[in-house]
Each structure stands twice: as structure tokens, then as C-alpha cells.
């Protein structure tokens, strides 16, 4: 074969490698399209909830109470509210209010389809990107968002995986036109994935790899607040070491996934020695260090609730219980449902079989609201209701927690969404198929 040859065949298998990709791309944004609300308009009216129980989380619950709440922002929330001129009211006597549920561990949007890579956005190329920032991959025409919002999943913590430092979750709120309309916060932290301590060799490699990075993290820190404090010569910017001054100023706190005991203690000695602020993720056997994180003020984001223990030797019951466990030790927790984006909407359900083993209904409720959010550091946007706070809560008729209770109405920064996520849509599609040949038939 001559070059002219070669350079069209390779020309050929090119544009075929491009065509496929684009189609499935194709596919995958006409997938989106079909199933993705269009965002509710902003706010325009002062709006009042009235009649219903409110349960603010953070001041009790209120009987035959009213929400008031104007440009998107709480205004009051009691009883006998002066309502302002031209408030629209909603009675929703014997209903419920709460704030808005928020995942503290999810991959929803930045995760479409498995089957077609140009959709899935998690994780970046190499072992060390705490540049990576999930806000900025954030897709907002998601399928996944409508789905989670209809079951009371209003905001995520939306993280990134892979590598030893994963790089930096975003707070993001479940409605809006674009990822910076929807952002709530733009980094909840810094993620590192702990080794796992299978294989000791392995393990104290990837524990240098890591220091390491830190180590030099840190210097290029030091040299930079230097050169920004007029003491020291111009350095070279680096994007990745930029992106964790944060972390060594203090602002940013360390994500650890960490399940494992061992991985837990080394985590806890590493962050001292680091001196950087610690958050455990995952923390499967956080219940065997109760007190030392308690003494350590070290929280846990507990993920997935609803799963079988590790150990053969360990009870049925030992994931159900965890959260009560630490709840009785006095660790500050909140609980986290799966990765999976697609599985965003059962976030209540690990929060109501940790109820069901033992942990307070109230502090349920708390662990995917107000707790998540003060952990994170959002607290002053979501997870109750206050004044001043995000109208971004949900009308309901009975505990979230509850598999019947149905998610009657949302509002999400004020903005009144469209609670059709994809299941609804294809159930009223495919209950019209049958109508449809029914009618044939008879």
C-alpha cells in the first residue's frame, strides 16, 4: 500500500471513529432532552404556605403553620404571618413541609449512561488532580435530576472519583439552566481516596505518593504566599498545587474515603500531621473509633446504608445500625446514599432503614438535611427553615423517609419545579400504549 493509500484509509477509519462517537453522543443529548424538565421560571410573587406542619429541623415543628418566602428567599416561617400586598397563597392543610433533602455523595451530573463514555465525567486522566472541579462538568440537562427531585433529593453534593486525589465536590442545587446558575457551593472540599491496606507493600507506596504530593503542595504554597507578601521572587503557577492553597489556609477542608479501620486511624495521625481539617466519607467502621472521632471533632459522611456487612463474622445488621451507633456516641454524622446518580432518589430510604435500626426519627431526618450541609459548609443557604435562608424545600404527605409518602410539590430556590422526573414520563407513556391497543382490540 502507497501513502496516498494509507493516509485515506487512515482518513477513512478517522472520520468512522468520529461519526460513531458523535452519534452516540447524538443518542445520548436526544435521551437527555426527552426526559429533562424545562427549568421553572424565577420567583415573581411573594408566595405563603399555609396549613400545613412545618418541620423547620432546626426550631421544632410547627402546627398549622406558614412559609413565606419572596425572591426566593425565606421570609418567615410560623404562624399568624402578615403576608405581604399580592402574595399568592397555597393552602396545604394536612400536609407537610420540609427542607429539601441533599445527597452528600453523589455522581449525578456527571454521570449519564455507563455504556457511553462521552457522558460519564468522573474521573480525569492520572492519580493526582485536586484541580478537578465538578461544578464545571456539571450537566444540567441530567435525566438523572428530575428523578431524584420527585423522591425530595433537591440539592447534591456532586463528587468526582478515581485516583488518590479525586479533586473537588461541588454543593449543587437541582434545577436551573446552567452549572453556574445551579451551583450552591463551588468546592465542598478536597477528596483523596485512602489506599487500601490489603497489600502492606502496595499501601506504604501509595501513602509516599501521597505525602508526597502534599509535601509539595505545600511549598509551592509557602513560595507563593511569599511572592504575594512582596518577600520573594516571582514563582512558577501550577495548577493543581493553586487549587489546594485552600486547603493548607484552612478553607478547605480533606474528604477522606476511607471504610476500613486501619484506613480510618492512619487517615485521622495523617490529617494531624498535615494539619488540615478532616472529614471521614464512607466510614464503615467509624463506630470502633466513636471516641476518637468525637475528642477529634471529626465528622462522617456515612454512605450506603442499605447494604450488606463486609465481614463474614459481622451482624446482618451492622450497615443499618451504623448511623445509630455513632448518633449514641455523639459523632457528628450525616448520611450519604449511593455513588450512583442513578440511585440519587433512595438517599431517604438508607435514612429510614437507619430509623428502622435504632437511630431517632428527627436525627434521621437531620442526617440528609441540616447536618449534611453544616459539615460541608453550606449551612447558610439549605437544610432548614429560616429566615433568610433558600426557599428550597418540599410539600409532602407524611415522613420523606416513608416509601409511600408522596412528594407533592417542590420548591427550589424559590422557583416552583416541574415534578415529572423520567420514571413518571414513561409510566404515562407506556400506560397510553396500552390504552392505545385496548382501544384497538375492542
Not at 423522591?151 to 472519583?161: A, K, Y
Request: proline letters at 5%; charged letters at 25%.
Amino acid at each position: 500500500m502507497d501513502f496516498t493509500e494509507t493516509l485515506m484509509a487512515n482518513c477513512t477509519s478517522t472520520v468512522r471513529a468520529l461519526t460513531g462517537a458523535l452519534t452516540m453522543l447524538l443518542f445520548a443529548f436526544g435521551l437527555n432532552q426527552a426526559n429533562a424538565q424545562t427549568p421553572a421560571p424565577p420567583q415573581e410573587e411573594p408566595i405563603a404556605l399555609t396549613g400545613a406542619t412545618i418541620h423547620t429541623i432546626s426550631d421544632g415543628t410547627i402546627e398549622n403553620g406558614t412559609v413565606l418566602f419572596e425572591d426566593g428567599v425565606i421570609s418567615e416561617v410560623g404562624t399568624n404571618v402578615e403576608l405581604p400586598e399580592g402574595t399568592r397563597e397555597v393552602d396545604y392543610s394536612g400536609k407537610h413541609i420540609y427542607p429539601g433533602l441533599i445527597d452528600s455523595y453523589t455522581n449525578l451530573g456527571i454521570y449519564e449512561i455507563g455504556a457511553v463514555d462521552v457522558t460519564v465525567d468522573i474521573q480525569e486522566y492520572g492519580r493526582i488532580n485536586p484541580n478537578a472541579r465538578a461544578q464545571v462538568a456539571f450537566n444540567p440537562e441530567s435525566r438523572h435530576i428530575g428523578v431524584a427531585r420527585s423522591n425530595g433529593v433537591l440539592s447534591t453534593v456532586t463528587t468526582p472519583g478515581g485516583g488518590l486525589i479525586s479533586g473537588q465536590p461541588a454543593a449543587m442545587m437541582m434545577e436551573g439552566w446552567s452549572w453556574e446558575e445551579m451551583n450552591l457551593k463551588p468546592s465542598t472540599g478536597l477528596l483523596v481516596n485512602w489506599p487500601s491496606a490489603d497489600d502492606e507493600d502496595e499501601y506504604e507506596e501509595e501513602l509516599k505518593e501521597l505525602r508526597d504530593a502534599f509535601e509539595d503542595a505545600r511549598a509551592f504554597h509557602q513560595s507563593h504566599s511569599a511572592m504575594d507578601a512582596g518577600e520573594a521572587d516571582r514563582h512558577d503557577q501550577n495548577a493543581k498545587w493553586e487549587a489546594m492553597r485552600p486547603v493548607f489556609e484552612g478553607d478547605l477542608p480533606v474528604i477522606v474515603n476511607a471504610n476500613e479501620l486501619r484506613q480510618i486511624q492512619d487517615a485521622i495521625t495523617w490529617a494531624e500531621n498535615q494539619e488540615v481539617d478532616l472529614i471521614i466519607l464512607g466510614g464503615r467502621d467509624a463506630h470502633y473509633v466513636s471516641d476518637h472521632l468525637v475528642r477529634k471533632e471529626i465528622p462522617v459522611l456515612v454512605t450506603n446504608v442499605l447494604s450488606s456487612p463486609s465481614r463474614a463474622w459481622e451482624s446482618y445488621d451492622g450497615r443499618y445500625a451504623l448511623p445509630a451507633k455513632l448518633h449514641e456516641a455523639g459523632v457528628e454524622f450525616a448520611i450519604a446514599g449511593e455513588f450512583s446518580a442513578a440511585y440519587t432518589n433512595r438517599l431517604p430510604y438508607h435514612a429510614g432503614a437507619a430509623v428502622a435500626f435504632g437511630l431517632p426519627e428527627e436525627e434521621a431526618i437531620r442526617a440528609v438535611t441540616q447536618s449534611p450541609a453544616e459539615i460541608l459548609g453550606f449551612s447558610d443557604r439549605v437544610g432548614t427553615l429560616e429566615s433568610g435562608k433558600d426557599a428550597t424545600l418540599m410539600v409532602t404527605d407524611g415522613n420523606p423517609l416513608e416509601y409511600e409518602t408522596q412528594i407533592e410539590q417542590a420548591f427550589i430556590n424559590g422557583r416552583e419545579i416541574d415534578m415529572k422526573g423520567a420514571h413518571e414520563q414513561f409510566y404515562e407513556k407506556y400506560r397510553e400504549k396500552v390504552r392505545h391497543y385496548e382501544m384497538q382490540s375492542d
